[in-house]
């Protein structure tokens, strides 16, 4: 005979189980402010229906076999178990790489008898519960980091206005309100992976001057030398929206908390901006982006299923999420042309306000997914590196195609915008020759060339990797001169310089820096992530 209230434990057992992947999925993505509230609650209340429901046809079915609390135990057991693939997927695929679905199927099959033969315990039970109840705890936990590293952010920002080059401050970094004299429509076109000329043509034996002399025809200038800080996309661009390196050293809460919000619209560039009457717009075609700090319309991510930030989130810690990228590869538009539903947006934003559109675009970063002419490649061709640097040299052909209707579109919706094309970081190291820029260090910054990886023994260096592209459109009316250095110039100070020419106010530059990942292994886990600076590339 069931004890009273065994009903209700049952429950709570199969709520806290359904609520152990919410929680986790919120507090941990709460840190960018990517993900309401509210819809993180209907996902979990659907979920639990179906749980419940679960549990009711199997009590049924199982009546007079099983009790209400092994019944319980048990849907609780399975759901752990379907939320739990992002886990084993981690472990299967850095032992087994591509079988890794296959090793969590075998898992599960294997796991889940033993745990509904063990139901029939009541000490299994009990330990199960506590096990749930644990996980439901343990999930909330990254709240209260959120807390202290919001607060960190906090410390830091107000801490680091001085700049650290030892040139004079000027009342722009000293926390003073940034006034502009004048306020262009500003488009920041970031282009990933794409290089500079000399490394094109070092590299990859391919010369780019037909399309740089068609950006100089149009008024563009640019930077020769230009190099990026990081080797990572989200660090890069958090660093130039923040006027200064957000990670030296190990990587810490607080800077991907700041890293985070500057992707979501939340940075000092952002609030500059905000403060003297601009409108935002990001228009990213891949990555999980957070719109609510856009009005509607001025902001999208583009992925082939559409999956917003908290589906994409929750999908990821299923079985769900390896079947979705099939699906993506077999039947939609992985390979689609990019630049439309940009050209699309641009064209309906509106002109009654100044506008600062960050525009992202993929190419010419793997997977290789378009030929010369921007013609997507056959599925048969799709992410197969028959020829590393001529798919990669498509792609940046491609790219140009790409960054040519942007510009034409962006200057007949207003021909005196202020056009900043530039890419987040040099080319992938996979293309410049594989292996890991790990292996291209010694300790102390001494430098240390690595082979091919196909053993022919050429030498690569490694400093390509920094070696980014920048091309400024300035129009004839804006009083603006660039300050010396634009032609080497370092990613960090982007908007230290356009907010010099806007404000009429020079802002203290900062000192260039450099910075590669460097990650601390045991086995294949990754225990932690330095960003270790590096001597000039």
């Not at 230290?496 to 000192?511: D, E, T």
């Amino acid at each position: 005979m069931q004890k009273p209230g065994s009903e209700l434990k049952s429950i709570f057992v199969i709520l806290a189980a359904t609520a152990w992947p919410f929680a986790t999925v919120w507090s941990q993505n709460i840190l960018g402010g990517q993900l309401n509230v509210g819809r993180v609650g209907v996902y979990f209340l659907i979920s639990s229906a179906v749980m419940l429901f679960v549990y009711a046809v199997a009590r049924r079915l199982l009546r007079g076999r099983a009790g209400k609390g092994t019944v319980a135990v048990s849907v609780a057991v399975l759901t752990v178990l379907f939320y739990s693939y992002v886990v084993t997927k981690e472990v299967a695929d850095a032992i087994w790489g591509q079988y890794y679905l296959r090793t969590w199927i075998a898992f599960v099959l294997v796991a889940a008898p033993i745990s509904l033969w063990a139901m029939r315990f009541d000490a299994a039970r009990k330990l199960v519960r506590i096990g749930v109840y644990c996980l439901l705890i343990s999930s909330f936990t990254p709240l209260l980091q959120y807390a202290v590293g919001v607060q960190q952010v906090a410390e830091n920002d107000d801490n680091k206005s001085a700049p650290d080059n030892g040139t004079p401050q000027t009342a722009t970094t000293a926390g003073t309100k940034i006034s502009f004299k004048q306020t262009p429509d500003l488009f920041w076109v970031i282009f990933d992976t794409y290089p500079r000329a000399d490394t094109l043509r070092e590299v990859y034996g391919f010369s780019n001057d037909e399309f740089l002399n068609r950006l100089k025809e149009m008024d563009f200038i640019v930077s020769s030398k230009p190099t990026s800080n990081y080797t990572s996309t989200p660090l890069s661009v958090g660093s130039t929206l923040n006027l200064d390196y957000i990670i030296r050293g190990f990587i810490k809460r607080e800077d991907a908390i700041r890293a985070n919000n500057s992707l979501a619209g939340k940075s000092k560039v952002h609030d500059i901006f905000r403060d003297n009457g601009y409108r935002m717009a990001h228009w990213i075609w891949n990555g999980l982006l957070n719109c609510d700090e856009f009005e509607e319309g001025l902001c999208f991510r583009r992925d082939s299923l559409k999956f917003d930030e908290l589906e994409s989130a929750l999908i990821s810690w299923t079985p769900l999420n390896s079947l979705a990228g099939k699906i993506e590869k077999r039947f939609t538009g992985t390979n689609r042309f990019e630049a439309p539903d940009v050209l699309a947006a641009l064209q309906k934003a509106p002109t009654d306000k100044p506008l600062f559109g960050l525009i992202h675009i993929t190419v010419p970063h793997d997977p290789y997914r378009f030929k010369a002419d921007c013609q997507p490649v056959s599925s048969s061709e799709y992410r197969r590196l028959i020829d590393d640097k001529r798919q990669y040299v498509d792609q940046v052909q491609c790219a140009n195609i790409q960054s040519q209707a942007i510009i034409d579109t962006i200057l007949k919706r207003n021909p005196n915008s202020v056009i900043i094309l530039q890419s987040d970081t040099g080319p992938s190291w996979s293309t410049v020759g594989g292996g890991s820029l790990d292996e291209a260090f010694y300790e102390k910054n001494i430098y240390h060339p690595i082979q091919l990886a196909d053993g022919t023994g050429s030498i690569l260096s490694w400093k390509h990797a920094w070696y980014n592209f920048n091309a400024w459109r300035l129009p004839a009316g804006l009083d603006c001169q660039l300050q010396p250095g634009f032609d080497e110039l370092t990613s960090v100070n982007t908007f230290r310089i356009l907010f010099s020419c806007l404000s009429g106010q020079p802002m203290a530059l900062k000192k260039p820096r450099w910075f590669y990942l460097k990650k601390t292994r045991a086995g294949n886990a990754v225990l932690n992530t330095e960003a270790k600076e590096i001597v000039h590339p």
